[in-house]
């Protein structure tokens, strides 16, 4: 009887330890009695201590990015008094002194040993007078080749200096194909103009649209820091290729606030050779009004999703007429490409 008691005993103290304290037994969780298929990682794996650094992509993309600054002549309305010649006797013609002028900062990106530089349109808008400071020290003079306020991009040229030929440590150029959410990025530029500075972050999100930044958009978005003045920097991946021109951020208050968005090479490479070969960007025209797709319309339409373009209204003679597309139609590809929204049309 006082063994039985006993082995009792004894059953019900190893239930209980082996339920609330396992490790005491020598053993830990296992997934074997889990209500649901879980994923764990491998025993013994312990986290990195120590990321990798970044020092060769910084290294590799720094001297390609440069500081750009702009000054703008401020024009003034003349005073009627100023006409009045009595007014001039006493007076004078109220010319003398310094024309007001203003002044702003940005960056750029050497993408030819040349001297071309691609930077935002934004940066040199209105521009009198475009100066470059290279990483070596040396400022230098440069010229508006030509630019795209749709797309916010323009290309700058550095002329020869003393009649001799430049040649300038040009950016590699990265390949979007290679790009994913989750990537390392490395955004460089002139923030505030304190400046080259590079931080570091990831892609969140990629073919971000309907922002009301530009025409065109297809951001790559990122989280890496990016401020005033860095507008027209590099946006380059982890081997220092340049994916991205830094075009605005998503802030209230005007810094940084993890939201950074940044024109896709693929799309900025395209207008930069236009604007070199041509001076400007010739696009495709349709000639349709379109409009999104929404969940009601999908009902109603009896589709799938909303993926498409509703095309709301179709120019007389257009390329669209020409085709035969009508108020009412529905794209869904062009070419064999699947449209997802009026944007991507």
Known sequence: MIFAQTVTLGLAVFFVVGTLKPEWL??????????????????????????????????????????????????????????????????????????????????????????????????VEAADQIEIALSDGRNLNARLVGSDPESDLAVLQISEVNGKALSLPAITLGRMDDVLVGDVTLAIGNPFGVGQTVTMGIISALGRSHLGINTFENFIQTDAAINPGNSGGALVDSQGNLIGINTAIYSRSGGSLGIGFAIPISIARNVMEQIIQTGTVTRGWIGVEAQEITIDLAESFGLPDTRGALIAGVQRGSPADAGGIKPGDILLAVDGRAVKDPQGM
Request: aromatic share 8%; charged share 15%.
């Open 26 to 123: 020598g053993k830990g969780p296992t997934t074997a009695h889990s209500i649901v298929a879980l994923q764990e990682s491998a025993k013994g794996v312990a986290p990195a201590l120590v990321a990798p650094s970044y020092r060769e992509a910084a290294k590799k993309a720094l001297p390609s990015v440069v500081h750009i600054f702009t000054s703008q002549k401020v024009k003034t309305r003349r005073h009627p008094l100023l006409d009045d010649p009595a007014f001039r006797h006493f007076f004078g013609d109220g010319q003398e002194g310094d024309t007001p002028s203003s002044s702003g900062l940005g960056s750029g990106v050497i993408v030819s040993a040349s001297g071309y530089i691609l930077t935002n349109f934004h940066v």
